[in-house]
Structure formats: C-alpha cells, structure tokens
C-alpha cells in the first residue's frame, strides 16, 4: 500500500473515531462536510472544497444554496452539487417510521 492510501486510511480512521465516540459531535464543522465530500472528491480536494464553502455560506447556509451558487465556489463540481442535493433531501425526509405511524393512526380514525 502506498504512503498516500495510508495517509488516507489514517485521516478516515480518525474522523470515524471520534465520530463513533461523541455520536458525531466532536467534529468541526469542516471534517462533517469534508467527510460527505469525500465520497466524490480524494481527501486533499475533499478538505479543500469544505472549506471554502464554509467560508462561503457557512455549515447551515451550504444545503440552503442554489444550485448556481454552489457552483461559484472553487472546485464545486457537479458531483459535489449532487451530494449536498442529497444531503439536503435527506434532511427534509422524515424518517419511515413517522410515515408509517401517521399513515395507521389515519386508518385508525
């Protein structure tokens, strides 16, 4: 294995670390959006990309952005839009339980 994949594997190992030990609350803003980013982007670039859009529209502002004003941002591709899209459904969606309640206590009236 190369230098640079162990490198990797250490950062990723890290985050997951503290992310697995404070229930995700340990993490600076910027290694919350650089770990969703890493999905579509290597590391460095992933880092890289977090920070200028928390520099940009803050961490609540980022999923709260137009499409085009993603985009403006410095190495914003259209991988990295597509990913905060989804985040950004993902956190409108209630979650299948709730529907399901709702949907038999309906029924039940």
């Given amino acids: 294995m190369s230098n640079k994949n162990n490198s990797k594997n250490n950062r990723r190992e890290k985050v997951e670390f503290r992310a697995l030990e404070s229930n995700g609350k340990a993490l ?3 290694k919350i ?6 999905t579509v982007h290597d590391g460095d ?3 890289i990309i977090a920070k ?3 520099d ?3 961490m609540r502002g980022i ?3 137009e499409i085009d004003d993603l ?4 190495g914003v591709t259209d991988s990295t839009v597509a990913i905060t899209l989804c985040l950004r459904e ?3 969606r209630p979650p299948k339980e709730e529907l399901k309640k709702s949907h038999f206590s309906f029924k039940e009236k």
């Fill in 28 to 30: 600076l803003d910027r």
């Fill in 63 to 65: 999923l709260g952005q």
């Fill in 90 to 92: 993902a956190s409108k």
């Fill in 45 to 47: 670039e992933a880092s």
């Fill in 52 to 54: 200028r859009l928390l």
């Fill in 56 to 58: 940009n529209f803050g």
């Fill in 71 to 74: 985009r403006t941002v410095e």
């Fill in 33 to 38: 959006i650089e770990t969703f980013l890493g």
